[in-house]
């Protein structure tokens, strides 16, 4: 039995370590819609921000390409994760055991790691800063969250019904488009959305690989912010925080929870039969 | 309708020698059970057989056809599976109609064939529902109606009542017999449940280790066990050890204290064997009738049917179970005298 005062206790401390993370989006939120440049006080109510933010601001150009460029690396990671996870499910389980943990390092390393020796890599073989260079870069961060999704989904699932389909005359191409594509598909749309937030937002991967003078949203924000700094960044921001909300809500309907994505369980439900 | 032959079946995994070379044939409309304990290869056969594994060697034969290297989904074979293998993301009928859909049946008949289907297993009216709407009962009727709508020369079952309860399991078994008769599709089924293949079986093949211990129709496998396995494991039997005797023609199981009649199959004098007897075969009698031996009732355990009587028979520990009536009246810790017909002793050498 705990005591009341205890209890109290705790209760406490979890209240304030979700304020101590949610009171900075929630000032940044506040901030875009203050008048006064730089946050300051008195708060006076104004959606200019927002109006410079759509017309004078040079930030939606780099926006867009970032969502392009984003857009692109999550459907070839998608594709190519997902034949990945595929692959995976021949082996036995002792060895996907490791192939899955091999797979983590490139979570756990460094981005600048990762960003500092693909340079090396690329200068080495003369191709240097580039589009392809960037392109490459984000890939391989975002490809082993998809792998790692979609291969918990072949392991949740049940094959027997793929066996089934094979015996009433379906060929492999068929299997896989009627029965083994819709029971993994949560996983490559979990992991689709996961490559486009990382991607999008991989500021490491893009400062480094970006040609010189090209500028991704997360690389023109950082000059702003260093040179000429307004608070239609806040605004940004701002929306940013609301797409973030709905992609979680949109996960967690899919059945995963950011816990999930990385590996630590606990999110991840069962279908029930 | 087709008949089934295997020749010769060997497959390993990895050092694990799974099937060491079977062989048997089922007729043309006969119903056919593999029987064993898990792990003895039984569920490996059917995987052959369907072509979702391949053998080491050996040959699958339909109709004198060899089929041993054609593709699983040319092979023309319908499996029911343990779990139901349902396609999640389809409805009943297009769970049900998978199968005509890829042999690029019209649509108008494929709807009426699956409704046909529907009904033959009793869930006419369900097209629309979601598969995971149904009970475990009503899926495995759902792929017993999605492996039979495309009319296969064999039917293969992989322990398809395993997951039901108990009283759904006996509907079902009573089912899938009634509906195979019917249809009288060649019909290969895997089960561990010897009551199962018992009661559904026209054949029954019992399998052990990888290898057929033995093979027979219901009857002969109960009351005539080839081997000590085949003897527990169809309905446990009780062993007992002695030495064989003949007296004037006769010829008897005895270890000093007990001596039991038999029918002579083979050994001399004094030969040590060991015989199966099953609890239910006995009598109770009077102390000198013929053929009576002591036995000490232990312990009275009532099951329902039977009563279970635990006890010695001689010094050796025997398993006899008595109907209601005939064994209410008796108490534990006493001597008894009971007795068997020689015809339902089985004994082997050892």
Excluded at chain 1, 19 to 30: E, G, L, R
Excluded at chain 2, 43 to 57: K, Q
């Amino acid at each position: 039995m705990t005591s009341k005062g205890f209890r109290r206790a705790m209760l406490a401390c979890m209240w304030i370590v979700l304020a101590f993370m949610y009171i900075p989006i929630i000032a940044i939120i506040f901030m875009s819609f203050n008048k006064t440049q730089y946050g300051g006080f008195p708060y006076v109510f104004t959606t200019k921000w927002y109006t410079t933010l759509f017309t004078t601001s040079n930030l939606l150009p780099a926006a867009m390409f970032s969502l392009r460029f984003a857009f692109l690396v999550t459907i070839v990671a998608v594709v190519v994760g997902t034949l990945c996870a595929y692959g995976m499910q021949y082996y036995t389980p002792k060895f996907a055991k490791r192939f899955n943990t091999i797979l983590q390092l490139p979570i756990i390393i460094p981005w600048m790691v990762t960003a500092i020796s693909l340079l090396l890599l690329f200068s080495f073989i003369g191709v240097g800063r580039s589009y392809v260079s960037m392109f490459l870069g984000n890939l391989i961060v975002v490809l082993p969250y998809v792998v790692l999704l979609v291969n918990g989904r072949f392991v949740d699932m049940d094959r027997t019904p793929e066996s089934a389909a094979a015996l009433l005359g379906a060929s492999p191409g068929r299997v896989f488009m009627d029965v083994t594509l819709p029971a993994i598909a949560p996983g490559m749309l979990a992991g689709g959305i996961m490559a486009l937030i990382m991607c999008f937002n991989n500021f490491v991967i893009q400062y480094y690989l970006i040609p010189v003078g090209e500028n991704t949203l997360p690389t023109l924000v950082f000059t702003r912010i260093r040179s000429e700094y307004q608070a239609d960044l806040n605004a940004l921001s701002a929306i940013i925080v609301l797409i973030a909300v709905v992609v979680v809500i949109l996960l967690s309907k899919l059945g995963f929870s950011a816990g999930s994505l990385m590996g630590m369980g606990g999110g991840n439900k069962k279908e029930g039969n | 309708m087709a008949g089934l032959r295997v020749n010769d079946l060997k497959k390993s995994f990895g050092d694990h020698e799974v099937l060491k070379g079977v062989s048997f044939e089922v007729e043309s409309g006969k119903f056919l059970s593999l029987l064993g304990p898990s792990g003895c290869g039984k569920s490996t056969i059917l995987r052959i057989i369907c072509g979702l594994e391949t053998a080491d060697s050996g040959e699958v034969l339909v109709d004198e056809t060899d089929i041993t290297r054609v593709r699983p989904e040319k092979r023309n074979i319908g499996m029911v599976f343990q779990n139901y293998a349902l396609f999640p993301s389809m409805n009943v009928a297009k769970n049900v109609g998978y199968g005509l859909k890829m042999q690029k049946v019209a649509q108008d008949e494929i709807n009426r064939r699956v409704s046909e289907a529907l009904e033959m297993v009793k869930l006419g009216g369900y097209e629309t529902r979601r598969v995971r709407q149904l009970s475990g009962g009503e899926q495995q009727r759902v792929a017993l109606a999605r492996a039979l709508v495309t009319r296969p020369n064999i039917l293969l079952l992989d322990e398809p009542l395993s997951a039901l309860d108990r009283k759904v399991r006996a509907e079902m078994q009573y089912e899938i017999r009634n509906l195979q008769r019917q249809i009288g599709t060649t019909t290969v089924f895997v089960t561990h449940d010897q009551e199962e293949a018992l009661t559904m079986s026209d054949q029954i093949i019992l399998l052990h280790d990888g290898n057929i211990e033995q093979q027979g129709d219901p009857h002969t496998i109960y009351s005539q066990p080839a081997t000590i396995f085949a003897s527990d494991f169809l309905g446990k039997a009780n062993l007992l050890a002695g030495k064989l005797a003949c007296e004037e023609g006769n010829w008897f199981l005895t270890d000093g204290k007990v001596k039991i009649r038999l029918n002579h199959v083979g050994g001399k004098e004094g030969d040590e064997i060991k015989a199966a007897v099953r609890g239910e075969y006995f009598e109770f009698c009077e102390e000198g009738a013929e053929g009576a031996n002591p036995f000490r009732l232990e312990k009275k355990i009532f099951t329902g049917l039977a009563w279970r009587l635990i006890g010695r028979l001689g010094n050796q520990p025997m398993d006899i179970s008595a109907l209601g009536t005939a064994a209410s009246e008796l108490e534990e810790d006493r001597d008894y005298f009971v007795r068997i017909r020689p015809e339902n002793v089985v004994y082997y050498n050892v």
